[in-house]
């Protein structure tokens, strides 16, 4: 049987679809899946922007994006399945979880070029953006889709001045974590797995079987020389390097031998 790679899954998701609810619920925030939509403003001053559960399987059904039969409709509502598309001004989208991708479709009637703008905030600035220009007289469809670093919100906006509205309905906003965060550990460059490295020589190459080339030439007997290369050793404070003592490997050097000798001979002598 032929390996496959797995499919990435994302690390959270959520989709507000507005189905949940009966049609004709008002609400000024709204909640569902993990997805959460507020501060509505339809650029009415004096009004009281609120956001309503619109069934409009009759009007959008068989269209691409739409799920039925609710969609989120603003200021007001048409009984039956009948969609209605209210002025709205901008609307805060945001998610309980960290969220770095969106994708919401919109459906628009009646509006003469007006640029739809999604945008994705953090620490109280706009880090990336996309829009569409909705225009027409007839039911039209566009989906909005950005992608960028986890956001805190999301904020749509109709139009480039404070007083410009467009007329919309919205269905199936999505959020997700497309990339999970990095594990402490591996982010840091610690793990839990120990790893073997393979052993370098002098000359720079790398003995892939994990075995020092220059020590298995030496033989086996050598396996107690002091290390010669320039790799730092940690090294027990009653240990005294070979260079300060003149020893050899097993601890008597030249000068030991000599006073061995003349202890030896002294000895003989007194015997005699």
Known sequence: MPWMLPLAAAAWAGT???????????TSQLTEDGVIL?????????????????????????????SPDNVLA??????????????FGSLRIRSVDPADTATIEVFHLGNSGVQLTLEAWIGGRVVDSTSTVLAGWTVGHVQLHLQTEPFDFLRL???????????LALDDVHLELSVPPADSDTASGDSDTDTVQPAVDDVGDSDTDGVDSDRAARGADDTDAPVTDDTEVDVPDPYTPPSACGC??????????WALLALLGAGARRRR
């Not at 507000?16 to 004709?24: Q, R, S």
């Not at 009281?48 to 009759?58: H, K, L, Q, W, Y």
């Not at 050899?248 to 000068?255: F, N, S």
């Open 16 to 26: 507000a679809h507005f189905d949940g609810v009966p049609e004709g619920t008002v």
């Open 38 to 66: 507020s501060d509505l403003d339809q650029r009415l001053p004096g009004s009281n922007p609120t956001m309503v559960a619109e069934d409009a399987s009759g009007s959008l059904g068989g269209l691409a994006g739409f």
């Open 74 to 87: 603003f200021g007001g509502w048409a009984p039956g399945p009948g969609a209605s598309f209210g002025r």
């Open 157 to 167: 906006v109709a139009g480039t001045t404070p007083d410009e509205a467009a007329f």
């Open 248 to 257: 050899d490997d097993r601890g008597a050097g030249p000068v030991g031998w």
